[in-house]
């Protein structure tokens, strides 16, 4: 029994220098990332708690099962004892620690400051800023209702790196084209919703994960303590997109923030002005192929000839079959034609990208992308895969179609 | 009680003494021992089925890359690990030694209701068929494979998928179905059939264990039944029960499959806390301790798992107090699992134990369960759960609890009770290199989950970031040498079936062993106990 005794108390010694080391290590690949608001943090300080208990509740059961193991096998105890029950007031007493151990560590140990975060998390009151976050299949949306800002948020990691054609960077898939930009220090209350099916809102750094589920708003709160970049991801399965729709967030100063702010309305004027621009078939061309490539292409694929039986090709003259309602979506739409895709007139065409088609997958891309940006993705569509229409289409020509049918 | 049923008499005549030949015995199969036969080969077939999509997951995982799967198929494949592990391999296999067992055990001649069993059995094959069948259309270039939900089927992402999501519905309905048939059996079969003298409180643990298995079963399959159909109707009918866009609730859904699927996590485990003390005191050389401690335990866990569901949708967005409910309610299962191994320890302390495969398996069982108890201690913290649920964390304690629970404690009950089923041995060389190679493979499978999923990983992505590659390239080695162990177990097994390589068993079979199935000759021949046993 003494040796048992010396083993862990060498184990509680260990245990505890873990802990002590956890600090230095705590941006490795396979540990906590640095938390940098009050609620990760508090959620570290109980894993930190806990991993020492269980460590120590598993050596000590461990440890016994070893010792008997070793002692109590037939070559060393030959005769078995028959007790079936402890005997006495002081086994009884000796026999129950175990249990009234398990309810402190439960309720008070591990209880307390589980309550502490749970009530701490709950509390979305005195936000000094509230940033609205839709769930789409798959990707972000942010809107900031106080500056009368918003935009979507892409995964910017290029399809040829996911298809291992080309090598791929530090931040693969855990990059957009637009970050969610939060000023640090103020309380930011975030208003979740999705528009189909439940995803869930995870940055590791933050400690909050909050399912977004179609049909409530939810909430929850950050307060980011050091400026930075942080990454996460969509943390529900929420179909064929899940992986690829991550969350990254920059956390600037206030004062930067709102310089920010000036710089994202500039921007978005500025996106605003070019449905009235006109471009060159080149400029269309080259801009539809970079929006293809970063939102299409997740699933109609890089080379345009989509997945059978859920996502259409867009080179014309090539079979595909799926469920019926999608067939006859792709047919009244005068894209489908005896088995096959095939290239159906240009305003049906503006109208799917602008407004989806719905009871498919296919999302309405109104909100989420300028009129020249789909101006450009239609006629790169329409003008490669193999595709000849010979179609320039001019963002004035989506904004027209944009507002009703 | 104890009278001999007449019609078990009006069937033991000469010419029924063997059973009969051919396909017919199996299709027609009314003998307890024959159906829990049926149920142990689906079972296992099923659990190298189910193996399978598990090896590609991981094949996947191996790089950050999408190269063997697409993030479709990957996210069908995944749904059906689940579905057949859970539904079609470990229920079948615990129900197989249920209906093989308990009539021995009790002395009963077979089940209560041999036809319903029939029935009970029939329909998992129907329902495994079911389940894949979407694979092979696709083949044929008809609907988009089978459902891609993961096993969860959380709406409305089940309302959005193709075809393949109604033969699993269908599915998990005929499964259902079959397990409440098979519970009812079961439960008539341990209120009415025992020997005289059998009384509730001589009952062996392992039967214990399933009384309050089969209650369980009865209490909450009904609600995922209920719920199938519901989705069933949303998809087909114009109804909206789980789709927001028609005034549905999504989280009405979270709430019906986890009513049912957190007592389904007993359901698969308590079987097998039942068979490990039996195997435990074989081994020690001593009589169980604390059985009613056991029993009164199996009670409490039944009775707690109903009202805890929902510590499995603390990142749902429960109001603050229902969070705390479950949270509490949830850490209170803790005693009476505790208490199983106070027991088991109990059990082995002091005694004079040796160690064959099913002793290997049952403490290895012991520590691997102990490690998934442990890390459900720390999911049961709602606020802390914000950072483990989802992530690969999730995914090694439930692998540690039910790969560490009921699949050890399958293979620690298929070798105890193997050579009393078939009449040989089997290899015991075999049997612990596949313990051995067992143990050390699911660690190096599932250990690096819980880090990947500290760090960040979720769970169900096709494809991941760069600072999780050197864990998922450790744990897919890991998976495959896990999976190749398994054969080992296979060749074992097809040995002591279909040779006479091993050496005959005695009718105790264990030096140690006790229960009325030990008093017959082994292999049981076809009727056992026509004549009810006496207990003292």
Known sequence: MSGEKILQLGLLGLAGAVSRVRPAAARAFYNFQTPVTPIARDVLFIHDLFLVIIVILFLIGTGALLYSVFAHSRRRHTQAATFTQPHGRKQWLWASTPFVALLIIDYLILGIPALHSIWALADTADAQMTVQVTAHQWHWQYQYPAYGIGFSSDLSTPQQQIENQAPKNRHFLLQVDHPLVLPTHEKIRLMLASSDVIHAFWVPAFGIKQDVVPGYLRKTWVQIDKPGVYRGQCAELCGVGHAFMPIVVRAVSPAQFQQWVTRERAREAAVAATASATYSETELLARGRHVFQTICAACHQLNGLGVPGAFPPIAAGHPFAASAPMIAALRARGFYRQGQIVEGPLVDHIRIVLHGIPGTPMPAFAAQLSAADIAAVITYERNDFGNHTGDVIEPAQVAALEDGH | ?536
């Not at chain 2, 002091?350 to 369960?369: C, D, H, K, N, Q």
């Not at chain 2, 450790?474 to 060749?491: E, H, K, N, R």
């Open chain 2, 1 to 536: 009680m104890s009278a001999v049923n007449p019609a078990i008499e009006q069937l033991h005549e000469p010419h029924h003494e063997a059973p009969p030949r051919g396909i017919t015995r199996w299709l027609y199969a009314t003998n307890h021992k024959d159906i829990g036969v049926m149920y142990l080969v689906f079972g296992v077939s099923m659990f190298f089925l189910g193996g399978l999509p598990a090896e590609l997951i991981r094949s996947e995982l191996l790089t950050p890359t999408m190269r063997v799967l697409s993030p479709e198929a990957y996210n069908q494949v995944i749904t059906i690990h689940g579905l057949v592990m859970v539904f079609a391999a470990v229920m079948p296999i615990t129900t197989g030694f249920a209906n093989y067992l308990i009539p021995l055990m009790i002395g009963a001649p077979d089940m209560a209701l041999p036809r319903l069993n029939n029935w009970g059995f029939w329909l998992l094959p129907a329902a495994a068929i079911l389940l894949v069948l979407p694979w092979g259309l696709k083949l044929i270039g008809i609907g988009t494979g089978t459902l891609d939900t993961g096993w969860t089927m959380y709406a409305p992402l089940s309302l959005q998928a193709g075809p393949g999501a109604d033969f699993a519905f269908v599915a998990v309905l005929l499964l259902g179905l079959s397990s409440t048939m098979a519970s009812i059996n079961i439960l008539v079969t341990i209120a009415q059939q025992r020997a005289a003298g059998m009384s509730w409180l001589k009952l062996p643990v392992f039967v214990w264990s399933w009384v309050v298995t089969a209650l369980l079963l009865i209490a909450v399959f009904p609600a995922l039944m209920a719920g199938c159909i519901m989705q069933i109707a949303d998809r087909h009918f114009g109804t909206h029960f789980f789709s927001a866009a028609g005034g549905g609730d999504p989280v009405l859904w979270e709430h019906i499959f986890w009513f049912f699927g957190h007592p389904e996590v007993y359901i698969l485990l308590l079987p097998t806390t039942g068979i490990l003390p039996h195997i435990l005191a074989t081994f020690a050389r001593k009589p169980m301790y604390g059985y009613k401690a056991q029993v009164y335990s199996f009670v409490a866990i039944g009775v707690m798992s109903i009202i805890v569901w929902a510590h499995h949708m603390f990142t749902s967005g429960l109001p603050t107090g229902v969070e705390i409910y479950f949270m509490l309610s949830t850490m209170a299962i803790s005693i009476p699992v505790a208490v199983l191994f106070f027991c088991w320890f109990g059990t082995i302390w002091r005694g004079s134990m040796t160690f064959e495969t099913p002793m290997l398996f049952a403490l290895g069982y012991i520590v691997l369960f102990g490690i998934g108890g442990l890390t459900g201690l720390v999911l049961s913290d709602a606020a802390a759960d914000q950072q483990y649920h989802n992530t690969y964390f999730l995914v090694a304690h439930f692998h540690y609890a039910l790969f560490g629970g009921p699949i050890m404690g399958i293979f620690a009950a298929l070798y105890y009770y193997l050579p009393k089923m078939t009449g040989r041995m089997y290899s015991e060389t075999l049997g612990r290199w596949h313990f051995w190679l067992t143990l050390i493979t699911f660690n190096v499978v599932f250990m690096p989950q819980f880090l990947l999923g500290i760090a960040g990983m979720p769970r169900r992505i096709p494809d991941y970031a760069l600072q999780f590659a050197p864990l998922n390239m450790v744990s897919s080695i890991g998976a495959f040498a896990l999976g190749a162990t398994q054969l080992l177990f296979l060749y074992n097994l097809a040995r002591t079936v279909f040779t006479t390589s091993g050496e005959a068993a005695s009718a105790r079979v264990w030096e140690g062993s006790s229960g009325l199935e030990f008093t017959l000759p082994s292999p049981p021949p076809f009727h056992t106990f026509v004549t009810p046993p006496v207990i003292e």
